[in-house]
């Protein structure tokens, strides 16, 4: 009988046994993947009894804080299976890599959910066949039932009992305890993470500015600082290609190449040109520092939201620890062609698929963006909400705002007098989880490096 006519009779069984063992091998290999699993599979998504009851086993260790190894699986297995061993060992010893472990849950899940649609309708087939003696209406509020329940597959239930909610908040904050890991993603720069505490996984950071204000290179800072605690990067640049982004990463480490002076080893300008001996000595050495960092690097002008995710799920498939996304900016990302909207709607959209996307990956997203001309026009010039540009979606949809602001860009001459130069006004004007406030830096524009103003610490 063909796999189309088994389905027609019901007895066609949805189920992908290879996928279970993959999820299984990577779990106990890898337990520290424990955290993408257990809201998406519940041990019945499982077909093979043998497999269930192994995830079902993971699942409890999990749920009660502890660590997930071979021989706690293997202590509790073989009190109800003679050949634990055998079965574990079978499932760990083929190798299984980890990117392989994402794809699995969603076969094992589509799997289920084809199930549990398959079974409501043979219920409602025996049902309707069956129960004469039930009204139409009662058959119908029955199927509605059951349809309803079957539909609702696919992890973790969307209601949430506060025990539940709380226990995740306790085992967090015994992690921030013992230090294994903070609330957020520190950037390094200590007036910003104070402020922050980190930016959160799933939330949308808008990073706003004039033109030449320095955001691209802010951002370019972070995520140096990111990688450097071998914390992946994504960064999709829409309008400076990979070597025009590669050569600012340089040039802002060369900063820190100092003679006993205090002069710096190698100028910015001879960084384009012909360098002496030494100084491309000292280059190479960045280089060589650069090289092992794990920044990922999208340049791609005209590019869509639907590629951002498609592309930003590709990498985050290949490096599951990814930490932070970064897309230089808002204005650049390519509108859908077939639209009716205006553009204040069409961004307003834009930036909710980013934040949605935010969400999905797991993980804080810079989303870079200009401001409007208004600020100019203005006495005071520093920004405000209202200089967001094209869309007050923008600010619905942020979890943090953040714009820069610097005196020299205004009054350049004001500033030499005051010996503010380069100086950056951070200004955090939205934080959904934190207070409001502002940060200070200093920009040295040569090198595209932003450092602490010394003389506050």
């Known amino acids: 009988m063909s796999i189309a006519a088994e389905r027609r009779s019901g007895r066609y069984v949805a189920a992908d046994v290879e996928a279970e063992r993959r999820v299984l091998g990577i779990l106990i290999k890898h337990p520290e993947t424990a955290d993408t699993v257990m809201d998406r599979l519940r041990p019945e998504y499982f077909t093979d009894a043998t497999y269930r009851r192994i995830y079902q086993i993971i699942s409890q260790i999990y749920s009660q804080g502890g660590r997930i190894t071979y021989t706690q699986i293997y202590t509790r297995l073989r009190k109800e299976m003679p050949s634990a061993e055998q079965v574990l060992i079978g499932i760990t010893e083929s190798f299984v890599s980890q990117v392989e472990l ?3 849950v969603n076969v094992i899940a589509d799997k289920y959910g084809r199930r549990a649609i398959l079974e409501a309708a043979q219920a409602i ?3 309707v066949c069956v129960e004469d003696e039930m009204s139409l209406e009662s058959c119908q509020a029955k199927a509605q039932e059951l349809i309803f329940a079957a539909t609702q597959t696919g992890g973790e239930s969307d209601v949430k009992d506060l025990m539940e909610v709380l226990n995740k908040c306790y085992l967090r904050l015994l992690e921030r305890q ?25 939330d949308l950071i808008i990073l706003a500015a004039r033109p030449s204000m320095g955001k691209t290179a802010l951002a370019l800072n972070f995520a140096v600082n990111v ?7 994504l960064i999709f640049s829409l309008e400076m290609d990979d070597v025009q982004i590669g050569d600012r990463v340089v040039l802002s480490e060369l900063y820190d190449l100092r003679n006993k002076d205090d002069s710096i080893a190698v100028p910015s300008a001879n960084y384009s040109m012909r360098l002496t001996e030494e100084q491309f000595e000292k280059v190479q050495g960045v280089y060589n520092r650069l090289f092992p960092l794990p920044i990922y690097i999208i340049d791609k002008r005209g590019i869509t939201v639907g590629e951002i995710r498609s592309k930003a799920r590709k990498v985050k498939a290949e490096h599951p620890d990814l930490g932070l996304v970064i897309i230089d900016y808002l204005q650049l990302i390519k509108p859908p062609t077939s639209t009716n909207k205006n553009w204040a709607l069409v961004v307003g959209d834009i930036v909710r698929e980013i934040r949605d996307l935010a969400g999905e990956l797991d993980v804080p997203v810079i989303l870079l963006s200009q401001l409007n001309r208004g600020v100019e026009q203005r006495e005071n010039k520093k920004p405000m909400m209202s200089d967001l540009r094209d869309s007050g979606n923008i600010e619905e949809f942020a979890d943090v705002v953040m714009f820069l602001y610097r005196d020299d860009y205004y009054y350049p001459d ?11 006004e951070i200004i955090f004007a939205k934080q959904r989880k934190g207070p409001t406030g502002s940060a200070n830096l200093k920009f040295i524009r040569d090198y595209t490096r932003f450092v602490e103003v010394t003389d506050r610490y």
């Not at 013992?178 to 799933?202: C, H, Q, S, W």
């Not at 004001?414 to 950056?424: I, Y």
């Open 102 to 104: 994402i794809p699995s």
């Open 125 to 127: 087939q025996e049902m």
């Open 178 to 202: 013992e230090g294994k890991k903070p609330y957020g993603l520190a950037v390094r720069f200590p007036e910003i993470d104070m402020l922050t505490t980190g930016f959160k996984n799933k």
């Open 227 to 233: 990688a450097k605690r071998n914390i992946p990067v």
């Open 414 to 424: 004001k500033a030499r007098e005051n010996g503010t130069e380069g100086h950056v």
